[in-house]
């Protein structure tokens, strides 16, 4: 694929054919995708490559890795490769999409990014990477929006409010953001006086008197909400419309400094909610947003709530956020533009729906999934942690990549009835009926979670030579230590956290013997050190370490094709409901990897 993906560029059987290739390759290489590399030593993963594969590729140092792997031009290699190892390579590049973002002359389309003075709007508690993220996002959404002539945003998954910060202070939209978090909005509301009081400040010292600030002193509106898939059209307005409705109230009653408005609710039924969310949204039923709907629709305002026109944007929204935003984006006459950059596709219940039911084959007869087996005292009932138990799955720490599993989902909301018309609990993948009449298109939770690993930035480790790469060694031999003591830790999602916390305590373990290491991460598990054991896996398999970095390389190279896979589904979905839509690379992968925004219009 060459350039940005565009639905209007491409033909809709051309698109097809294309996701037919990605699942068809994905489905090729699953003995790939499914082995960790935590598990290298365990189950001793280099044997599962070709023969000739293992020849031309045994013993390379890491930046050989990068060069004769990674890269997309293989200049010199030790020898010469079988035809399978070459094919492989050249059609994992092939079906990946473009990463990198546009050049400059084509960049003009989404605007002047050049817009001032606008670092005090995200500068308050913002990391480089977020600023990064922020201020490209809201040059495509604030061009999105002209584009389509609507002036208002709707922020979903805001956290703290510094994309709608930007956004409303910066560029002058009007912006709602619905977080489900409430300590997160108590945040933003803090951060948002802050803007306003430097805003201030800046003119009075220009001599212009406060009262000609203009539009882009208004803050914007944050609502407290969770966005479950189970939410309908009419529900996800009744949220944003009586955030309009208190915010035009507050107007007429003088509400200086962007106070948090008192708009709580949840769509979601009161038994799928986590204690956080109960702590930190009120319980709302469906008919009570209806009647907050209808009495929006009463009052008397210069802004007609149900007509106005909005774009529905997110930053890296997480799991069953994306696809949720998407169905509501299909279905909303109101919602005239899409701007979502997704992450965190492994989370997406239907990912942790398919493992599961993997596990339950794999149970040994008279094993319970909820209350024995593989399962036992890790789950409550009716729940699943995002990380299946690594009997099955294993996780890839340290990761080369920048997936994180620490977000419980509720397996029950996959089944339950859905509200009649409205959005229901329908899978994140595949969304589009095409892909869904395609064999072997449940990919499950392995693939998904190697599709978030960050590509280029362990490709530039490997090129510098990254002392810390031996640490993915040692890890896989403690791994060993691990299951021979307590297997069980191994098994539960509980255990896998306890094993990373105890990791990230050992500060410069690559400068330490691998005994030394793994005596300190046992003893923080409360395990026992078997320091002959330590020593005897050091001498025979750690030299060894070189070969674990270039089977991670081989597998890494089909995560941009997962993810290129579930990103075209996507813009199946909505080709399916007559929405053409553009994939567009707006962040730099090497300091923000999930770095694709799927932009969508409605004609």
């Known amino acids: 694929m060459s350039g940005y993906m565009d639905t209007t560029r491409i033909p809709n059987q051309q698109l097809q054919e294309y996701a037919r290739q990605l699942l068809v390759f994905i489905n090729e290489y699953e003995w790939l995708t499914h082995a960790y590399v935590v598990e290298f030593f365990k189950k001793n993963h280099w044997s599962n490559l070709p023969v000739k594969w293992q020849q031309c590729l045994l013993g390379l140092t890491p930046p050989e890795i ?96 510094h994309l709608s910060r930007l956004l409303s202070f910066g560029y002058g939209l009007s912006v709602t953001s619905i977080e489900a978090v409430g300590c997160h909005i108590t945040g933003a509301a803090k951060f948002d006086r802050k803007v306003q009081e430097f805003i201030e400040k800046k ?153 599961k039911a993997k596990c339950k084959a794999q149970l040994e007869p008279g094993d319970s999934l909820q209350t024995g087996g593989l399962f036992a005292d890790d789950v409550n009932i009716g729940k699943f942690e995002s990380y299946p138990p690594r009997k ?45 009449g395609q064999k072997g298109c449940d990919v499950d939770f392995e693939p998904l979670e190697l599709g978030c690993h960050s590509f280029d930035v362990y490709h530039n480790r490997l090129k510098e030579n990254d002392p810390n790469l031996i640490i993915q060694g040692y890890r896989a031999l403690l791994e060993i230590l691990i299951q021979k003591q307590c297997p069980s830790l191994i098994q539960k999602h509980a255990g896998l956290r306890l094993i990373k916390r105890a990791l990230g305590k050992i500060k410069k373990g690559h400068e330490i013997p691998f005994e030394d290491y793994a005596a300190a991460a046992l003893k923080k598990l409360n395990l026992e050190d078997d320091h002959e054991a330590s020593c005897e896996l050091r001498d025979s398999l750690l030299p060894q370490w070189c070969n674990l970095i270039t089977f991670n390389c081989v597998r890494q190279l089909l995560g941009p094709v997962v993810e290129a896979l579930v990103l075209v589904d996507r813009m199946l979905f909505l080709l399916e409901q007559g929405i053409d839509s553009r994939l567009v690379p707006i962040f730099d992968p090497r300091v923000s990897p999930r770095n694709f925004v799927l932009l969508a219009t409605k004609r």
């Open 66 to 161: 990068a060069e004769s792997v990674m890269d997309d031009v293989t200049t010199k290699t030790r020898c010469v490769w079988p035809l399978s190892l070459l094919a492989y390579k050249a059609t994992a590049k092939a079906l990946s999409i473009p990463r990198y973002p546009l050049p400059e002359e084509e960049q003009e389309q989404f605007g002047d990014s050049d817009m001032g003075d606008l670092t005090y709007c995200y500068r308050l508690h913002v990391k480089p990477k977020k600023r990064h993220e922020i201020d490209n996002l809201a040059r495509v959404i604030n061009s999105t929006c002209s584009e389509t002539g609507t002036r208002r945003v709707v922020d979903v998954g805001s956290g703290q409010g």
């Open 392 to 436: 099955l799955f294993a996780t890839n720490e340290p990761s080369a990549g920048d997936a994180k599993a620490d977000r419980e989902f509720d397996a029950e909301s996959v089944d339950s009835p859905s509200n009649s018309g409205g959005v229901c609990s329908k899978p994140g993948f595949p969304m589009s009926k095409w892909v869904k």
């Open 203 to 355: 003119k009075r010292k220009i001599g212009e008197p406060s009262d000609t600030l203009g539009s882009h002193t208004v803050p914007p509106e944050h609502v407290v909400c969770t966005v479950n898939p189970q939410i309908t059209v009419e529900e996800f307005l009744s949220v944003i419309n009586t955030s309009c409705k208190q915010n035009e109230m507050d107007n007429t009653t003088s509400n200086p400094g962007g106070e948090c408005k008192d708009v709580k609710m949840n769509v979601a039924s009161s038994n799928k909610l986590t204690d956080e969310e109960r702590s930190s949204c009120s319980k709302s039923t469906a008919s009570d947003l209806q009647r907050d709907k209808m009495s929006c629709d009463s009052a008397s305002s210069k802004l007609k709530l149900e007509d106005s026109s909005f774009l529905l944007a997110g930053l890296h929204t997480c799991a069953d956020l994306g696809p949720t935003m998407l169905r509501v984006f299909a279905q909303c006459q109101s919602a005239h533009a899409l701007a979502s950059v997704p992450c965190c596709y492994m989370k997406m219940t239907c990912a942790v729906e398919n493992s």
